[in-house]
């Protein structure tokens, strides 16, 4: 993980869960944003950016 100026940026895999692709939250950023099993949270796509909220 390394920090800049717009935070933080980091590599993860991505992984099949079902028929769908997912990514792990690390724990101390869940923990951060108050983000646990059950939470919604939106995404949304930039460009050639995917973000969550």
Known sequence: MKWNERGFHMTTLVRKWGNSLAIRIPSHIAEKF???QGSELEVS???QAIKLI
Do not use: M, N
Request: hydrophobic share 35%; net charge negative; charged share 35%.
């Open 34 to 36: 108050s983000i646990e």
């Open 45 to 47: 796509v930039e460009g």
